[in-house]
């Protein structure tokens, strides 16, 4: 007998965000190489939505967003690792609807 399986549906202004992991070093503007162990506390990170609460009114599922990686709640679902987030904690999003773009594109 198979154990019954439950979607994961998300609460009010809550959105589940999974992370984009960075390929280590990176360059910058100048060409100037960033070593993968160098942390910046003030980093913001990217990541795509994969599910939202009911109250969520700017993103859906399937936008990418900035946001702040720490302090933040970790949930791993089937050995993926999700941020956890009210909607007011995120920064920007970028999908192919904008409303009041900056111009600029990932």
């Not at 999974?18 to 990541?47: D, F, H």
Request: overall charge negative; proline content about 4%; charged content about 25%.
């Amino acid at each position: 007998m198979s154990e019954p399986k439950f979607e994961v549906q998300m609460l009010h202004d809550r959105v589940m965000i999974k992370v984009e992991q960075e390929s280590g070093e990176r360059r910058s503007s100048g060409g100037i190489v960033i070593p993968a162990t160098v942390s910046e506390t003030n980093r913001l990170a990217w990541g795509e939505v994969c599910g939202v609460g009911h109250h969520v009114r700017t993103v859906k599922v399937g936008d990418r967003v900035l946001f702040h990686p720490d302090d933040q709640f970790e949930v791993e679902i089937q050995g993926t690792t999700y941020l956890v987030m009210r909607e007011r904690d995120l920064h920007a999003v970028a999908n192919d609807r904008p409303e009041h773009g900056t111009g600029l594109y990932l």
